[in-house]
């Protein structure tokens, strides 16, 4: 019921930027939230960065200060802006979309495909 493309994911040296998109399509589904993910080799998978479906945002200690989360609803599409970008944010980050099936009213989460973000120099 939901799609989900991703982008923005690239290579840059430490102290640079990029901005991550994730455009939702679909119907039929009531999002309660959307959450940037990341997970590194050898790594637990870390939440990185959520709003709420009201617009409440919360972004993990580690990349406070220099990561955003915003959307703009008329796009369907959240983004990550991710300044002062260390090494150590190396990952592949993921889109997640949790919300409740409108026809079945359970409780789902959708994932992307998720895109590669290389910090070195």
């Known amino acids: 019921q939901v799609q989900l493309v991703e982008s923005g994911g690239g290579l840059v040296q430490p102290g640079g930027s990029l901005r991550l998109s994730c455009q939702a399509s679909?119907?039929?589904?009531?999002?309660?939230?959307i959450g940037w993910y990341r997970q590194a080799p050898g790594k637990q998978r870390e939440l990185v960065a959520i709003i709420s479906s009201g617009g409440t945002t919360n972004v993990a200690d580690s990349v406070k200060g220099r990561f955003t989360i915003s959307r703009d609803n008329a796009k369907n599409t959240v983004y990550l802006q991710m300044n002062s970008l260390k090494p150590e944010d190396t990952a592949v980050y993921v889109c997640?979309?949790?919300?409740?099936?409108?026809?079945?009213?359970?409780?789902?989460?959708?994932w992307g495909q998720g895109t590669q973000v290389t910090v070195s120099s």
């Open positions: 679909g119907t039929a589904f009531s999002i309660n939230h």
């Open positions: 997640n979309v949790n919300g409740r099936d409108r026809l079945t009213f359970l409780g789902k989460d959708y």
